[in-house]
């Protein structure tokens, strides 16, 4: 079964920035879009942004010109650049594809916390 995985969370201080990337262990049949959430201590899990196959973008108003999400379908591989990082944007975030019949398929999630 194909895995999603994500890898470049971390510890960074207010104003840096970040490169997310989720990586699938395999070509993931039926997907239609893909994205990645987030979820912050104490609250729900939230869209930060999604891509389409054929590559239109959408963001999360709290992360617009901040962060820009990307995929290379070569790769099999998605990615979150995230940059002018704020405390408020630590949280679990998660990747995320989905997929016309078998519905959503999730990564584990990676940390990302901001603070000095």
């Known amino acids: 079964q194909v895995q999603l995985v994500e890898s470049g969370g971390g510890l960074v201080q207010p104003g840096g920035s970040l490169r997310l990337s989720c990586a699938a262990s395999g070509r993931i049949s039926g997907v239609y879009l893909m994205g990645w959430f987030r979820r912050a201590p104490g609250k729900q899990r939230e869209l930060v942004a999604t891509?389409?196959?054929?590559?239109?973008?959408n963001y999360a108003d709290s992360v617009k010109g901040r962060f820009t999400i990307s995929r290379d379908n070569a790769k099999n591989t998605m990615y979150l650049q995230m940059n002018s990082l704020k405390p408020e944007d630590t949280a679990v975030y998660y990747c995320?594809?989905?997929?016309?019949?078998?519905?959503?398929?999730w990564g584990q999630g990676t940390q990302v916390t901001v603070s000095s």
């Open positions: 891509i389409t196959n054929g590559g239109t973008t």
């Open positions: 995320n594809a989905k997929r016309v019949i078998l519905g959503d398929l």
